[in-house]
């Protein structure tokens, strides 16, 4: 039992433990926890991220999750929407972008255009605000874009699940003229 205990720590604990250890070594501005917080839903994220496409995500992902381990998941509820939805408009966001994967829609009182969190179970993905709608309202809300899988708009429904801020834009900021080649900023101590 205890052998076996000692076995899977080595095989799966240690190797991902060493991996965000190097991680933690290139982003020493990183809040990072003296003891890694397996229990947080997004423990599992970050070493997905690592074991898979590490190399593929944008730099601003994996230092926004890791910062993202020091915060206490909400509770949200969510609805899924794409550019095929009777309900769900076109093809543009409010903020001009094209509907795709990994954004979401927010109610703009609370979020502003490019704040960024991470949705849990069943989206399980980091999403960019860049949209809104009327019947977006309140601050624990949102519509997660599926684009390209319509029929997992209605497997999603609206339910409620949790989500992780992980970069907050003002409210007040503006919601026409997104940058060309927009990413969030990466967040950096201090700031
Ligand atoms: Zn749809």
Redesign the pocket.
């Known amino acids: 039992m205890c052998g076996a205990i000692v076995l899977t720590l080595c095989t799966f604990v240690l190797p991902a433990a060493a991996q965000l250890t190097s991680v933690a070594a290139e982003h020493t501005w990183l809040p990072w926890p003296s003891v890694w917080p397996a229990a947080h839903p997004l423990a599992p994220v970050v070493e997905r991220v690592l074991e898979t496409d590490w190399a593929e995500q944008p730099a601003w992902k994996v230092p926004m999750l890791v910062n993202g381990l020091s915060k206490q998941p909400l509770q949200c509820q969510i609805t899924?929407?794409?550019s095929?939805?009777c309900d769900?408009g076109g093809r543009y966001t409010r903020w001009g972008s094209h509907v795709r994967r990994g954004i979401c829609a927010a109610d703009p009182r609370y979020w502003g255009p490019g704040s960024v969190v991470w949705i849990g179970e069943p989206v399980n993905e980091v999403c960019i605000v860049e949209d809104t709608g009327s019947a977006i309202k309140g601050p624990h809300r949102f519509d997660v874009c599926?684009e390209g899988a319509?029929d997992m708009?209605y497997e999603i429904g609206r339910r409620k699940t949790i989500y992780v801020p992980l970069y907050r834009v003002p409210p007040t900021s503006r919601w026409s003229d997104k940058p060309k080649n927009w990413s969030p900023p990466v967040w950096k101590l201090g700031q």
């Open positions: 899924a929407y794409c095929q939805c769900g599926m319509h708009c």
